[in-house]
């Protein structure tokens, strides 16, 4: 085991963590001291203060110094190869760490012990100053240094508590011996009172024995009326338990009965719930049968008179034909006039323009006169005209195909378009055939329909459970149908609610499925569109958003028929798909006015470039000649011509257009539309004549009829059930009274048992008391003869009673007698028995107490002899070793134990061996009054000196030899030396390096040093720097350490 690295922060002069392996400088000597030995164990404030760093900068308020050992000798008991130990001060603490783990100071002291540094022997740590100190330290010093080596201090400290016990029983024995007198003094009062005592003992005795059998007769009495009353407690206790089971059963039925009374009133509740029910189904099916009826009837009716009205329908359909025939002829005499008078028009047109045209280009021409200065620049801009006509010309051609190309696109598209709406048409004429082929199947489902009825019934329940969670939902867009209401008017609203009421009387009823089918709500609901165009769809519609969107102007018939039946308040406005058409908008041919109006710039343009070619290369002339001039004039007077004829022509086409608009306005809005509802209703005259409906309406009146019987035979079965149940419960609550008296009987009963057991407890009470008492008593009489329990059992208790009045008169002339006197006689008695042997006890204990330390001195007395004899013979082989030739020895002085003259113990010798003069058998250690030293550095007997007699270093290489010989006689795993060699010439620190080589063998030396003679047989070095207050360590070389140390000799 050996320091393996010392670590340093905040301590002394090392601020900083510094890390060393393992050693260096004189402060770390203190450091391993500070957490190694007893000097620094009570520290206080002011000296933990002390050991803080003080440099510059700020105040260190904590350090700590730890030492890492190498422990792979298991020479400390931790299973560890490295132990560490932090010891960590600050101004109000001092902490101790075993491996990071705190431990207290005496676990630190024990594990060292327990490793070999031992308490005794604290030279394994010598600092600066040491050496000195022993070498000036007086013979006692030494003796007390040698005691401590020889470990007399645990010898010592059991001498002391001897002594601690001995003086204890001292105080005990005496103690004892007071009592001792004390009890024989009272032991002879007492006895002259023992023979009063013994007559009135024979009284009381009596007296005793008499009360204890009245007492004991009492109690026997009492104990026998006891158990009796348990006797008769068990038998009402099993009666009281028949009757709470019999007054249980009681309730236990008259719970089932209200149990099963609940159960058929929830059963007639039901019963009747279903009977209001089926009451409230049978007056709605009476209702429908009462409408169906009537509708047979009504069919039948319509049937009889269908003949004339179609005979009607037919003849007003023939007129409008020939009316419609009429208005196409009409048309088609005035549409060939309005086409001939158009294509005049647009001819007149194009022919106005050509001659403005020309006349235009012949005022240019003459202008030109004065625009140009000569032929050249005037051919010159004609040829740049040209040019820019011939490429206007072509553009204008371009555009004029692009438009022919449009147009028979445009007609292509059209007669595609012709070909769709054939084939829709005829798929229109084949959704109807299967409309009427569904109408038919209708009638038939709803007979399928009118069976089911029974089992919506059934389903009534649950569908009252779903009408709370619609009622919710119908405020909440009742709430939303006020805002509408209040935004587009309250007649329109009340039409929306009319019209779904009477959807809602159609689903109910059953009937009109194709009305439900055919109608599609409101417009409003059947379209969408992005929010940003809501305002734009609102004002353009308006209230056409509310009107109602139908199949067909039937359904719309249907109803508004049923809407006046019921008479419902509100406006409808009714939108039949069937009459909806398509207005064809007459939007501008804008293709072909384009392409006329570029045909028309087209010859105007190609008239300019004609007079422009003839123009060029002619003489540059500011007047027009005589032949443009009449030119001129000609267009002038066409023009006029022209512009008159255009006037007339378009007021005639005007005229024209609007006839032909009127007639077809007429032919298609009044006519044609008028046609199509006479279609409809001759239609709906071929299906009434049919009879479907009648045959359905029959099949529906069979079916209620059936309903109506069904729901009657329930209601019957329904009322006897609901007898019975009735009749069932007056049976239950019959019974239940029958349990309910029962079950009162049973209380009754309870209630007076109860009561006699109350009094029978109370009485039980009464006795135990009684009986407590007794007892009491007779434990109060005390312990009693045998011949008490027997001798007075025959008399009675007249007789105990006069006997006991005897000896009550006899015990009062005994009244001044102490009773107690007998009593205390046998407890001082006991008490000095006792007393004798606690003092036996103590008298062996105090000659124990005084072999123990006789022996403890002699012990620590062969301790002392031993260590020194093992000290002297090292001092003098280590003296040896140090001064070859020279001679060394310890010597005990020894004195008179009374104070008289000392003596000399030369050569290591012994009291045994001279003789101490001292009186006592055990030889006393307190004759030894020093250990002095005699050497001689020559080797020669008569040159033997004390240590006052020689010089300094002499007394410093003497006090190392006494150190290393203590150290041999008690090793420790390593040794820190801090200048041992300060004192020391050359030669003699050469002696002592080897020294140190030779003990290093088997130990860890560390030492400190100025002089290069310990440098020789040292493994590592350290050179240690102060700079501003603070120490820095670095490893250094061997040659580094020798400059070192020659440099501080030099200037030292």
């Known amino acids: 085991m050996y320091i393996k690295q010392v670590i340093i922060q905040g301590f002394r002069s090392y601020r900083d963590q510094t890390i060393v392996d393992p050693f260096s400088s004189k402060h770390n000597v203190i450091a391993i001291q500070f957490v190694l030995s007893d000097e620094f164990s009570h520290l206080r404030p002011e000296q933990r203060l002390a050991l803080l760093h003080e440099g510059t900068g700020p105040r260190v308020i904590s350090a700590f110094v730890e030492i890492i050992f190498d422990n792979s000798d298991n020479r400390l008991p931790i299973d560890k ?11 109000k603490k001092d902490q101790y760490f075993l491996d990071k783990k705190m431990v207290t100071k005496n676990d630190v002291m024990n594990l060292l012990e327990s490793a070999g540094f031992s308490r005794s022997n604290p030279y394994y740590i010598v600092k600066q100053g040491k050496i000195n100190q022993m070498a000036t330290a007086p013979d006692s010093q030494r003796l007390k240094l040698l ?17 601690s016990l001995m003086k204890e029983t001292e105080g005990k024995r005496e103690k004892i011996n007071e009592l001792l007198k004390y009890i024989e003094e009272r032991l002879h009062t007492l006895e002259e009172e023992k023979e009063e005592l013994a007559q009135y003992q024979k009284w009381d005795k009596m007296r005793r024995a008499l009360e204890y059998t009245i007492y004991n007769q009492e109690l026997n009495e009492t104990r026998a009326k006891l158990d009796e009353l348990s ?85 007003e359909r023939q007129k409008l034909l020939e009316k419609i025939e009429e208005k196409q002829k009409e048309l088609a005499e005035t549409e060939p006039k309005f086409n001939s008078v158009k294509e005049k028009e647009e001819r007149g047109i194009a022919r106005l323009a050509q001659a403005t045209q020309e006349r235009t280009d012949l005022y240019a021409k003459q202008g030109r006169g004065s625009q140009f200065t000569s032929k050249e620049e005037r051919d010159k801009w004609i040829k740049k005209e040209l040019k820019s006509l011939d490429q206007a010309i072509n553009d204008k051609k371009r555009q004029i195909a692009a438009i022919h190309k449009d147009l028979e696109d445009t007609e292509a598209n059209k007669e595609k378009n012709l070909e769709q709406y054939s084939k829709l048409d005829q798929d229109l004429n084949e959704v109807k055939a299967r409309v009427e082929e569904l109408d038919r199947k209708y009638y038939e489902v709803k007979n399928k329909k009118d069976e089911l009825q029974s089992e919506r019934n059934y389903l009534w329940r649950e569908e009252n459970a779903e009408q709370q969670a619609l009622a919710a939902k119908r405020e909440d867009l009742e709430k939303k149908q006020q805002l509408l209401r209040a935004a587009t008017g309250k007649a329109i609203l009340n039409g929306i609610d009319s019209i779904n009421k ?94 006329q109006s570029l045909e028309a710039s087209l010859h105007a343009m190609e008239s300019t470039r004609e007079s422009l070619k003839a123009e060029l290369g002619t003489d540059l002339l500011s007047q027009l000649s005589l032949e443009d001039q009449k030119r001129v004039d000609a267009l002038n007077d066409e023009i006029r011509q022209l512009q008159q004829e255009n006037r007339q022509l378009l007021n005639e086409r005007i005229k024209l257009e609007g006839i032909i608009t009127r007639v077809e306005t007429y032919l298609n809005e009044n006519l044609r539309k008028r046609l199509d509802q006479v279609e409809q209703e001759l239609n709906e005259l071929r299906e009434t004549e049919g009879g479907t409906v009648l045959t359905a309406t029959t099949s529906e009146l069979e079916a209620i009829n059936k309903r109506v019987k069904d729901t009657l035979a329930r209601s019957d079965d329904l009322d006897n059930s609901i007898d019975k149940t009735e009749a069932g419960i007056k049976e239950l609550q019959k019974s239940m009274e029958r349990w309910k008296n029962m079950e009162k009987e049973h209380m009754d009963a309870i209630n007076h048992d109860t009561k006699e057991l109350e009094k029978m407890t109370n009485r039980q009470g009464m006795l135990l008391k009684k009986k407590e008492e007794c007892m009491k008593k007779i434990r109060e009489l005390g312990s009693l003869p045998q011949e008490a329990f027997e001798k007075y059992q025959t008399l009675s208790l007249k007789q105990l009673f006069r006997k006991l009045e005897q000896c009550n008169t006899e015990l009062k002339k005994y009244s001044h007698v102490n009773k107690k006197a007998l009593d205390q006689f046998v407890n001082f008695s006991e008490q000095k028995e006792k007393l004798i042997k606690r003092q036996e006890e103590l008298d062996r204990g105090y000659k124990s107490i005084m072999e123990l330390m006789n022996v403890l001195e002699l012990r620590k007395y062969e301790a002392i002899q031993l260590t020194f004899k093992q000290v ?81 270093g002499q007394k410093s290489l003497v006090a190392l030899a006494l150190i290393f010989a203590i150290q041999k006689c ?8 801090d200048e041992i060699d300060q004192a020391l010439d050359a030669q003699h620190r050469k002696a002592v390096s080897d020294m140190i080589m030779e003990l290093a063998e088997h130990a860890q030396f560390i030492t400190t040093t100025f002089r290069p003679e310990l440098l020789e047989s040292a493994d590592k070095f350290y050179g240690v720097k102060f700079r501003n207050k603070v120490s820095h360590i670095d490893v250094i070389t061997a040659e580094m350490a020798k400059d070192f140390v020659e440099d501080d000799t030099t200037h030292g």
């Open 147 to 163: 005691r401590e080596v020889a470990g007399t201090r645990v010898y010592d400290e059991r001498k002391e508590e001897s002594i």
């Open 872 to 952: 002297s013979k090292n001092f003098s082989e280590v003296f040896q070793k140090l001064v070859p030739g020279g001679k060394a020895t310890l010597v005990m002085k020894k004195g008179d134990v009374e104070g008289s003259q000392s003596q000399d113990e030369g050569e290591g010798s012994t009291e045994s061996e001279r003789g101490s003069g001292s009186q006592s058998s055990v030889p006393s250690v307190d004759q030894f009054t020093g250990v002095g030293i005699r050497v001689s550095f020559t080797g020669k007997q008569g040159e033997m000196r004390e240590m006052q007699q020689l010089s300094g």
């Open 970 to 977: 008690d090793p420790a795993p390593f040794y820190l030396f």
């Open 231 to 315: 006797a008769k407690r068990e038998t009402s206790g099993e009666k009281s338990r028949q009757l709470r089971d019999a007054q249980q059963d009681a309730r236990d039925k008259m719970e089932e009965i209200e149990r099963q009374v609940r159960e058929l009133k929830t059963k007639i509740s039901a019963m009747k719930e279903e009977k209001e029910q089926l009451s409230a189904e049978r007056q709605e099916q009476i209702k429908q049968r009462t409408k169906l009826e009537l509708k047979a009837k009504d069919l039948q009716d319509e049937l009889a008179g269908n003949s004339e009205q179609r005979k009607r329908l037919l003849k």
């Open 81 to 91: 190869e490295e132990v560490s130990l932090r010891r960590v001060i600050g101004a």
């Open 502 to 595: 009477v959807l809602e009387h159609f689903r109910r009823k059953g009937i009109n499925q194709h009305v439900l089918n055919g109608y599609h709500g409101i417009v409003m609901n059947n379209f969408e569109c992005e929010p940003a165009f809501y305002t734009c769809v609102e004002v353009t519609a308006g209230n056409r958003l509310f009107y109602h969107i139908v199949d067909s102007d039937e359904v719309s018939t249907k109803i508004l028929m049923e809407f006046n039946k019921m008479n419902l308040p509100g406006e409808v406005t009714f939108l039949p798909l069937n009459k909806l058409d398509v207005r064809d908008t007459a939007y501008p041919e804008t293709n072909q006015r384009s392409l």
